[in-house]
T-cell receptor, first 113, second 112 residues
Framework: AQKVTQAQTEISVVEKEDVTLDCVYE???????LFWYKQPPSGELVFLIR??????QNEISGRYSWNFQKSTSSFNFTITASQVVDSAVYFC??????????FGQGTTLQVKP | NAGVTQTPKFRILKIGQSMTLQCTQD?????MYWYRQDPGMGLKLIYY???????DKGEVPNGYNVSRSTTEDFPLRLELAAPSQTSVYFC???????????FGEGSRLTVL
């Protein structure tokens, strides 16, 4: 069975601090895909990144970076020099061979000025 | 481009009533999904479809039904509404099960 665990329910930081959001997953599929989505207070869901199980190379996009480690079944997300606009709920998600895509319970990030 | 369109955006139901949440997409995506998001919680998969005529249960299918007669439409039926079904419902589509999801704006349902 597939499972995504985001153990951090809420994180509060002060602007310009770095913050890492943890994501641990479980799957029996050898091919799978991992995602991060952002849900700002307005409620829409914004796609951030997709990673397949064969590509463990870390990725950086501006202030965002992602660390994928198959050995620990983790796909962590780091925001460098956080800003108030980063305040949102962040979801990690997992898709396997069948196309069934499940989400973790989300981490609420509050960035204070 | 409309993308994924959900209707209605808001609805109040009485216990025991039934209704259908409509979802349509104009991107010719094969994969479509229904999620529910309870207040302060994550998204739970209700049903998904990998193509017209094919549907499968997700994590929380009880109390719901779906159909997929066309590529574009994926309606979600609530039978005998219960207060536990009060939630925000999101429909989403993807060109492949491993690709980015495109979400609708959500439908807020309250069952009283």
């Amino acid at each position: 069975a597939q499972k995504v665990t985001q153990a951090q329910t809420e994180i509060s930081v002060v602007e310009k601090e770095d913050v890492t959001l943890d994501c641990v997953y479980e799957t029996r599929d050898t091919t799978y895909y991992l995602f991060w989505y952002k849900q700002p207070p307005s409620g829409e869901l914004v796609f951030l990144i997709r990673r397949n199980s064969f590509d463990e190379q870390n990725e950086i996009s501006g202030r965002y970076s992602w660390n994928f480690q198959k050995s620990t079944s983790s796909f962590n997300f780091t925001i460098t020099a956080s800003q108030v606009v980063d305040s949102a709920v962040y979801f990690c998600a997992l898709s396997g061979a069948t196309g069934k895509l499940i989400f973790g319970q989300g981490t609420t990030l509050q960035v204070k000025p | 481009n409309a993308g994924v369109t959900q209707t209605p955006k808001f609805r109040i139901l009485k216990i025991g009533q039934s209704m259908t949440l409509q979802c349509t997409q104009d991107m010719n995506h094969n994969y479509m999904y229904w999620y529910r998001q309870d207040p302060g919680m994550g998204l739970k998969l209700i049903y998904y479809s990998v193509g017209a005529g094919i549907t499968d249960k997700g994590e929380v299918p009880n109390g719901y039904n779906v159909s997929r007669s066309t590529t574009e439409d994926f309606p979600l039926r609530l039978e005998l509404a219960a207060p536990s079904q009060t939630s925000v419902y999101f429909c989403a589509s993807s060109d492949r099960g491993t690709g980015e999801l495109f979400f609708g704006e959500g439908s807020r349902l309250t069952v009283l």
